[in-house]
């Protein structure tokens, strides 16, 4: 995973799994599994700023002329 550039949802995603999948084994050293569930945090949390960006994003596509959502929860 690059520094520079986040990687996209998906990939970000799939890695998390990866993660979560070597960490439940637990026959890691401890210094790898720290390391791996510190770069699984930092997934998450670019994961949960992305989910928030498409969210925002669909409620500005979903609004009316004046701003006001079409849609309530309540039709979901």
Do not use: W, Y
């Not at 210094?31 to 409620?59: D, N, V, Y």
């Amino acid at each position: 995973m690059s520094k520079s550039k986040a990687p996209a949802f998906e990939e970000a995603l799939a890695r998390l799994e990866e993660l979560v999948n070597k960490l439940e084994e637990g026959n890691l050293p401890l210094e790898e599994s720290l390391q791996l569930f510190a770069e699984g945090i930092k997934l998450t949390r670019q994961c949960s700023r992305k989910l928030e960006q498409a969210e925002k994003q669909i409620s500005i596509l979903m609004a009316d002329d004046e701003g006001n959502p079409t849609l309530s929860e309540e039709d979901f």
